[in-house]
């Protein structure tokens, strides 16, 4: 069965430090993988997307992610985490247009 | 281009009542979905359609029904709502499975 699993609640960094959110999945086939992120009483936003080829994906605001298929994972990173970037972030995979979230991380960046 | 619009955007039930919540978009998109959205929960994908008259249920479809007749709307139906139904219910919509979904801003709803 198709999963989507984030193994961290929260993640707190301080500004300026690299910031790095955990995503595994499981699904048969090719995955179609995305990150999104949630700010407060709003809806989903798109980050970066993996689709096919290099397994370095950048995207939106500096965020970029890597693809392990090894590691069946799709780790969000930024090298330099902002007081803005404070907020919920869903890794998602895509199977025959079946599209499931994983439960989500609390990004906190502290001053 | 108003995107993906969610009616109503509050709503408060008892238990029992029936209600449906309406998804609209205007982007010609294919795909559609419903999901809810709890705290430690993360978005559960609750049915979706990958077409017009298409329907497909997701990972708790219990409780709830669906329909697709008309490619822009996308509704999603509570025959006898219980407290269990008490979340923030998404829509979203997106063109081809390899790209972004994108989402309305949500629908807040309280069964007492």
Redesign the interface.
């Known amino acids: 069965a198709q999963s989507v699993a984030?193994p961290e609640?929260q993640v707190n960094v301080a500004e300026g430090n690299p910031l790095t959110v955990k995503c595994t999945y499981s699904v048969s086939g090719n995955p179609?993988l995305?990150w999104y992120v949630q700010y407060p009483n709003?809806?989903?936003?798109?980050l970066l997307?993996y689709?096919t080829g290099d397994n370095l994906v950048k995207g939106s605001y500096g965020f970029e992610a890597e693809f392990n298929k090894s590691q069946t994972s799709f780790h969000l990173k930024k090298p330099s985490a902002l007081v803005s970037d404070s907020a919920l972030y869903?890794c998602?995979c895509?199977s025959?247009?079946?599209?499931?979230?994983?439960?989500?991380t609390q990004v906190v960046v502290t001053p | 281009n108003a995107g993906v619009t969610q009616t109503p955007k509050f709503r408060v039930l008892k238990t029992g009542q029936s209600m449906t919540l309406l998804c609209a978009q205007d982007m010609n998109h294919e795909y559609m979905y419903w999901y809810r959205q709890d705290p430690g929960m993360g978005l559960r994908l609750i049915h979706y359609s990958v077409g017009e008259g298409t329907t497909a249920k997701g990972e708790v479809p219990d409780g709830y029904n669906v329909s697709r007749l008309k490619k822009q709307n996308f509704l999603l139906g509570l025959e006898s709502a219980a407290p269990s139904q008490t979340s923030v219910y998404f829509c979203a919509s997106r063109d081809l499975t390899y790209t972004e979904a994108f989402f309305g801003q949500g629908t807040r709803l309280t069964v007492v």
Request: net charge positive.
């Open positions: 984030q609640d179609y995305f709003r809806g989903l936003q798109f997307k689709i869903f998602a895509d025959w247009g079946k599209l499931q979230f994983g439960a989500g």
